[in-house]
């Protein structure tokens, strides 16, 4: 939380300190709107502060973001959100300036989301036994926006490229094309967090784009992929596959029958390329596996313990 406080403004930044630790410890998100109330959303609740955010605010933690040059983030206002330290993104919402009928940039700021990134090691460990077999499986983790998705993902990523000795697990080399900084929290190309030391990463790269230079420089035995959905990911996915590389890769929908609906997804299943589906919500806790699937969609019976991430 250090990255995100020393960005906030001060006023921003006291209200939030005195916030109970326990609420403090489950933030998920801090929403900061222009005349609005500050909201903080913890364990899926929101709690609206006494607090009226001011123009001001918005500045100051404008300025803060862009290291008071908007220049340095002009990539980051067209693509509508800045990743700071840590991995903690902070989306945006104004005024959307167009060219040639594509977004140019964001302008008049009005709206602020920033998502807390926590690592949670050993997140995934319960799902080794039904991914790995002598080799990793094609895997798809499928779950709606914040329901752990990406904390799986980060801490399979781990496993792979670390290892696992008293199970006879090899480390073996990742490659990892972090679009929107999430996966690795990368600042100036290094990771903030915990990836183990095989991994190689592509930082704010295009999913599509990134998995073909990783396959083409990088020889990775795993790719792992955050949040595909485009078609240009479906055709690179299909090829990284055929080059005969591990996918690991997330996806947003409720089920694997949802997702199966969507033109683009549905091309890569109709390869029958994965051979694990695993369902995600948020259950007590973000990261709860609700169902395994193996390559025909036939669920898996979970032992104990692997329903929990």
Request: proline residues 5%; neutral net charge; charged residues 25%.
């Amino acid at each position: 939380m250090d990255s995100v406080l020393s960005i906030l403004p001060r006023n921003i930044g006291e209200q939030l300190k005195v916030l109970p630790p326990a609420l403090q410890d489950s933030m998920e998100e801090i929403r900061i709107r222009i005349a609005r109330p500050l909201e903080v959303i913890a364990g899926g609740v929101p709690y609206f502060l006494p607090y009226l955010v001011s123009n001001e605010d918005s500045f100051q933690l404008l300025n803060a973001l862009s290291q008071f040059s908007l220049y340095t983030i002009e990539e980051e206002l067209r693509r509508g959100y800045v990743t700071i330290e840590g991995g903690h993104r902070v989306g945006l919402a104004g005024k959307v300036v167009l060219e040639n009928s594509s977004v140019k940039a964001i302008r008049d700021i009005s709206s602020y989301n920033i998502r807390i990134a926590r690592q949670k090691i050993g997140a995934a460990e319960s799902l080794v036994p039904y991914l790995f077999d002598g080799n990793w499986k094609h895997t798809l983790l499928i779950g709606a926006p914040q329901t752990g998705k990406t904390t799986l993902l980060r801490d399979i990523a781990r496993i792979v490229s670390t290892g696992i000795d008293s199970k006879g697990i090899v480390s073996r080399k990742v490659g990892i094309v972090d679009e929107r900084s999430e996966i690795a929290g990368c600042v100036r190309g290094i990771p903030q967090l915990e990836l183990g030391p095989r991994v190689d990463i592509l930082d704010s790269c295009p999913k599509a784009e990134g998995m073909m230079m990783l396959i083409r420089s990088m020889s990775p035995d795993v790719l792992v992929v955050d949040e595909i959905g485009r078609r240009e990911d479906t055709e690179a996915v299909l090829e990284a596959a055929n080059a005969g590389i591990k996918l690991i890769i997330t996806t947003h929908g409720n089920s694997l029958e949802e997702i199966n609906k969507r033109p683009i997804i549905q091309k890569i299943l109709d390869q029958h390329i994965f051979e694990r589906f695993i369902e995600i919500t948020r259950g007590a806790n973000p990261g709860t596996i609700s169902t395994i699937r193996d390559a025909a969609g036939k669920k898996i019976r979970l032992e104990a313990g692997a329903a929990h991430a």
